[in-house]
């Protein structure tokens, strides 16, 4: 019996490292308060420091990082990541950011965390500057 223990044991051991690890849909939701959370930062600091500031988001890179601090959120590789920016924002070019004005304003964006259809979008309202979470899943439900 003891015996068996023990090949099943080894057995585990070395068939447990092989079974890949994927990013859940907990885990996708995750990343997506993560990066909404990182976002709200850069707007609440625009508002107090009273001066733009912009997240920048390396869709390629599958990063975002903060402008009012160091912080970032890397996305796995297993999760497809999509972002919408604008080109212009505030009279300027603004290559892959999300910028929040002094005012509490931004100039939009959308990114777009999926896997195997389903997924979050982390949206950022133009006029308001808010952030919102909304699954995609509901966002399909809707059309």
């Known amino acids: 019996m003891v015996c068996v223990l023990g090949i099943m044991a080894l057995l585990v051991a070395i068939s447990l490292p ?11 939701e995750a990343y997506a308060i993560q990066i909404a959370t990182l976002l709200k930062a850069d707007r609440n600091a625009a508002m107090g420091r009273r001066l733009s500031l912009g997240a920048v988001v390396d869709a390629p890179g599958r990063t975002v990082r903060a402008g009012s601090s160091a912080g970032f959120v890397k996305v796995p590789d297993d999760v497809v990541f999509d972002a919408l920016l604008p080109q212009r924002c505030n009279g300027r070019e603004v290559p892959s950011t999300i910028t929040f004005l ?42």
């Open 102 to 143: 002094p005012s509490g304003m931004s100039c939009g964006g959308a990114i777009r965390l999926t896997r195997f259809g389903s997924g979050f979008d982390v949206r950022v309202n133009w006029l308001t500057g808010g952030v919102d979470i909304v699954a995609q899943d509901a966002v399909q439900a809707e059309q």
């Open 18 to 28: 092989r079974i890949p690890v994927a990013t859940s849909r907990p885990k996708l």
